[in-house]
């Protein structure tokens, strides 16, 4: 059964940092892996998307990478700001569903 | 103007009760899907639903039921035989299961007295 674990679970960093966030899983047949922002008390928005054929995907300041292989996934943030401040979380979609990480809960301190 | 509505925002059950949590989706997509979130957890998939009339368990359908009357509704009722229901629920539509991004409501927060 997919395991998905996200590194590090929480982060705190100084406004105007760039910033990585890890994802890693078990099993590497998966569709599409993707990057979700939570805000507390609130739904999920999609971040980036990237089909199993990608290697990454871009959206403003925030860039996604896919290594299926090796079962990682990295979401660089660039020149965080406050707003940024959520939890981010990781989900894999294979013939099981979506599975998803626990979240990394972030902090840019202004 | 399209999305995702759940309702209610906030829902407080005595124990023993059935509740129903509502999910409404004007993006006319065909997947459905609910799932449970508790503090420090990832989401943990309840019941899905690729078509009208169709339905599937996820990995903790235990103490839930849902229904597919209609392609815009999916709506889910925590019964008394759940032991441990309060959690925020999120339901999410997709064009399809395999391929499309998920599209998530604003979730409800459901509290056991």
């Known amino acids: 059964k997919q395991e998905v674990t996200q590194i590090p679970a929480a982060l705190s960093v100084p406004e105007g940092e760039n910033l990585v966030l890890n994802c890693s899983f078990t099993?590497?047949?998966?569709?599409?892996l993707q990057w979700f922002r939570q805000d507390p008390g609130k739904g999920l928005t999609s971040l980036l998307l990237?089909?199993?054929?990608?290697r990454e995907q871009t959206s403003g300041r925030l860039n996604a990478s896919l290594d299926k292989s090796s079962g990682r996934s990295t979401l660089y943030i660039a020149a965080s700001q406050p707003g940024d401040s959520a939890t981010y979380l990781c989900a894999v979609l294979g013939a099981d569903g979506l599975t998803f990480g626990k979240g990394t809960h972030l902090i840019i301190q202004p | 103007d399209g999305g995702i509505t759940q309702s209610p925002k906030y829902l407080f059950r005595k124990e023993g009760q059935n509740v129903t949590l509502s999910c409404e989706q004007n993006?006319?997509?065909?997947?459905m899907y609910w799932y449970r979130q508790d503090p420090g957890q990832g989401l943990r998939l309840i019941y899905y639903?690729?078509?009208?009339?169709?339905?599937q368990k996820g990995d903790i359908a235990e103490g839930y039921s849902v229904s597919r009357e209609k392609k815009e509704s999916f709506p889910l009722t925590v019964t008394s035989a759940q032991k441990n229901p309060t959690a925020f629920y999120l339901c999410?539509?997709?064009?399809?299961?395999?391929?499309?991004?998920?599209?998530f409501g604003p979730g409800t927060r459901l509290t056991v007295l």
């Open positions: 993006l006319n997509h065909d997947a």
């Open positions: 990237i089909q199993s054929s990608q």
């Open positions: 099993d590497s047949a998966i569709y599409n």
């Open positions: 999410a539509s997709s064009w399809d299961r395999v391929t499309d991004t998920q599209y």
């Open positions: 639903s690729q078509i009208v009339n169709d339905f």
